[in-house]
C-alpha cells in the first residue's frame, strides 16, 4: 500500500512529528509535507494531490477557519482534520461546522489514527490530481515574475497581476484586459513574434522599452511559442522588471545564475553519475586486488586517492542538482569541500579567510540548501566589497548550535555590513535554520549527533540479487563488488530481460537493485511488477537525484556516484542482519 499523501499544517516541527509518530505506530505510512503560511498552503492545494489535511487550530500566520475557507472556495473534498490545544465544545462546533471532519485534541492524541482510517474508508478512494490547467493557473498567479502573451498582430494579454502592474491595462467594452503599449512597441512586439518563429527565441535577454506615458522599462526577458491546433498562435513572454533597482537587477542575476548552476548541476549530477560511480568503484577494487608490488600498489593508491577527492569536491556542486532530502553533515568539512567554487565566486580581488577547525560540527539539512546558502553568501560578499577586499568564513559550534559566519572587509581592514536576507532568506528557512546580519551573517542550525544507531558491523550476504541497469560498466562494477561478499547476482539490462529472469524458479530473487531511470515506465514500474509476485522481495533504487516519491516499507534509496562501502552497507541495512 502507497504512504497517505498528507498534508500537514502546523507551525510546530517537533509537534509535526509527534503527529506522524503517532500515526506511523498505528501502522500508517505518511508521505507528509509540513507547511505553515498561507501562500504555501494555497499552493500545495494547486500543485499536488492530497489523500487527507491535518491542521493545527491556531498559527501565528493562519488559522484552520482560513484552510477551511480556502477548501470551500476550492470545493475540494480532501477529509480536513483540525488538531488543537484549545478544549471547549463550542470551538469545536464552530470548526466542525466550518467543514471539519473531526477536531482531535493535541494532548491526546490516540483518536486520530482510528479517525483517519474512517476518513479514508469513508472517502472510498484517493482524490485525483487537480487538473492540469488548475496547477498551471496557479502557478502563473503565484509568480513573481510578469507573464504574458503576445499574438501574431502585436496584441498583447496579461496573465498574472505582475504582467499587469509591469504594463499599465485597461478595460475593453467586452471586459477583457490589454496591456498599454505605444503603437511603436507594438510593431517590436510584433517584430519579436515573427522573429520567435524564425528560430530566435529569447533566453535571459536584457531588454529595454518604452512604456505609453514615455517611461522606460529595463527587464529581463525569455519566450516560449504558444500553439493552437498545431500552428503558432502566439508567444509567451516571462518578464523580470529590473527598472531602476541596481541593487534589485544585481539580486536577479544572482538568482538567474543560481538558477544556471542549478540546471547544470543537474545534467551533470544525471551525466557524471554513472562515470564516476564506475572510476570510483574500480579504483578501489584495483587497488584491493593489485598483486604485492609496492609501486603498483602505490600508483593505484594515488588513483584511488585521486577519485575519491574527485567526489568530495564535486559533492557541494552536485549537491545543486539533487533533490533537497535531509542528511546528517559535517558542517566544516563541508565548507572545506566547497573552498574551491568559493574561491571561483569571490575573485582574484578577494582574499578568502577560512578558518580550519579541528571539531567537527554536525547538523541535519539537505546539501542542496546548504551549497545554495553558501554560493548565496559568498555572491552577496562580492557586491559589498565590489570586488576587492576579503571574506572570512568560521564554522563552529556554540551554544548548542552549528554556526556558520561570513564576515567581509575592504583591503584596508574596515569591516563592511552584509544584508543576506534577501539572498539566502528563504535558503535558511528551508534548511531549517535561522538567520542574523550585522557586521557578520551568522546562520546557525540545532547540532546534530553523529548517527549513534547500528551500522552492520558484516556486509557480507547471501541474498539473491536481479540487478538492472542501462550502464554495462555500472552493471559489471555493482557484479564486483557483491559477488565476492557472498551475494548471488544476475544482471539485466531493462525492464523486459528483469522480468524473464525472475520468472525462472531457479532464481528466487531477495533483492531487486535497479537504475532509477529505466524506461518504459521506469524502476519503480518494475518493482510494483515483480512484488505482485514476491512481496517479500526488497528493492534498493539507485539514481543520481532522490526519488519523486518517498521509497515504501522494505525499499531504500542509494544516490549514485556511490562507493562500494555504501553499496554494501545500504544492502545490508535494506535485508537486515546477514546470514549466518
Not at 460 to 472: F, H, I, P, W, Y
Request: charged share 30%; hydrophobic share 45%.
Amino acid at each position: 500500500m502507497k504512504p497517505l499523501r498528507v498534508l500537514l499544517i502546523e507551525d510546530s516541527a517537533e509537534e509535526a512529528d509527534g503527529i506522524l509518530g503517532r500515526l506511523r505506530e498505528a501502522g500508517i505510512e505518511c508521505a507528509a509535507e509540513r507547511v505553515d503560511m498561507a501562500p504555501a498552503v494555497s499552493a500545495a492545494l494547486s500543485l499536488k494531490p492530497w489523500d487527507l489535511i491535518l491542521c493545527d487550530a491556531a498559527m501565528p500566520h493562519m488559522t484552520a477557519m482560513g484552510v477551511l475557507a480556502l477548501a470551500r472556495e476550492r470545493r475540494l473534498t480532501i477529509p480536513v482534520i483540525v488538531l488543537s490545544d484549545r478544549p471547549g465544545e463550542e470551538h469545536a462546533v464552530e470548526i466542525m461546522r466550518a467543514g471539519a471532519r473531526d477536531y482531535v485534541m493535541k494532548r491526546d492524541l490516540s483518536r486520530l489514527p482510528a479517525i483517519v482510517a474512517r476518513e479514508l474508508r469513508d472517502s472510498g478512494s484517493r482524490p485525483q490530481s487537480p487538473p492540469a490547467a488548475d496547477r498551471f493557473r496557479a502557478f502563473v498567479e503565484m509568480s513573481p515574475l510578469a507573464i504574458f502573451s503576445v499574438d501574431q498582430d502585436g496584441n498583447v494579454e496579461p496573465w498574472n497581476a505582475p504582467a499587469e502592474s509591469l504594463f499599465g491595462v485597461r478595460r475593453k467594452e467586452d471586459g477583457a484586459v490589454e496591456a498599454v503599449f505605444s503603437d511603436a512597441e507594438r510593431e517590436r512586439f510584433r517584430g519579436l513574434v515573427r522573429a520567435h518563429g524564425e528560430g530566435q527565441v529569447l533566453n535571459g535577454v536584457r531588454r529595454r522599452w518604452v512604456r505609453r506615458d514615455g517611461s522606460a522599462m529595463d527587464g529581463m526577458i525569455w519566450s516560449g511559442l504558444l500553439r493552437k491546433d498545431g500552428n503558432a498562435a502566439s508567444v509567451v513572454f516571462v518578464v523580470a522588471d529590473l527598472t531602476g533597482d541596481e541593487q534589485g537587477s544585481e539580486h536577479w542575476r544572482n538568482l538567474l545564475r543560481m538558477e544556471g548552476m542549478q540546471w547544470l548541476a543537474a545534467s551533470l549530477r544525471s551525466d557524471l553519475a554513472d562515470p564516476l560511480t564506475v572510476v570510483g568503484g574500480y579504483s578501489r577494487v584495483a587497488f584491493d586486488h593489485a598483486p604485492e608490488d609496492e609501486r603498483l600498489r602505490e600508483d593505484l593508491r594515488h588513483v584511488n586517492d585521486a577519485a575519491e577527492e574527485a567526489l568530495r569536491r564535486a559533492a557541494p556542486v552536485l549537491a545543486l542538482g539533487g533533490g533537497v532530502q535531509e542528511e546528517l553533515l559535517a558542517l566544516n568539512a563541508y565548507v572545506a569541500r566547497s573552498e574551491r567554487l568559493l574561491r571561483e565566486i569571490a575573485g582574484p580581488g578577494i582574499e578568502l579567510r577560512l578558518e580550519r577547525r579541528a571539531e567537527r560540527v554536525f547538523l541535519r539539512t539537505a546539501p542542496a540548501w546548504l551549497t545554495r546558502i553558501l554560493i548565496g553568501l559568498a555572491l552577496t560578499a562580492r557586491e559589498a566589497l565590489d570586488g576587492k577586499g576579503w571574506i572570512r568564513i568560521d564554522a563552529s559550534a556554540a551554544g548548542g548550535r552549528a554556526r556558520l559566519v561570513f564576515q567581509c572587509g575592504a583591503s584596508d581592514g574596515g569591516a563592511r555590513l552584509l544584508d543576506a536576507a534577501a539572498e539566502v532568506g528563504e535558503w535558511v528557512r528551508l534548511s531549517g535554520g535561522a538567520l542574523a546580519a550585522g557586521e557578520s551573517v551568522a546562520v546557525e542550525w540545532p547540532l546534530a549527533e553523529p548517527s549513534a544507531g547500528p551500522r552492520p558491523a558484516v556486509l557480507r550476504g547471501a541474498e539473491s540479487v536481479l540487478l538492472v541497469d542501462q550502464s554495462e560498466a555500472v552493471r559489471a562494477l555493482v557484479r564486483e563488488m557483491l559477488t565476492p561478499n557472498g551475494y548471488d547476482v544476475m544482471e539485466a539490462l531493462d525492464a523486459e530481460e528483469a522480468l524473464s529472469l525472475f520468472s525462472d524458479p531457479r532464481f528466487p530473487v531477495d533483492l531487486l537493485v535497479a537504475d532509477q531511470d529505466l524506461p518504459e515506465g521506469g524502476a519503480r514500474h518494475l518493482a510494483d511488477r515483480l512484488r505482485e509476485h514476491r512481496p517479500a522481495m526488497k528493492v534498493l533504487f539507485a539514481g543520481p537525484r532522490p526519488m519523486t516519491e518517498p521509497p515504501l516499507a522494505g525499499e531504500a534509496h542509494l544516490l549514485k556516484p556511490f562507493s562500494g562501502d555504501a553499496l554494501l552497507r545500504a544492502v545490508r541495512a535494506l535485508c537486515g542482519r546477514a546470514p549466518l
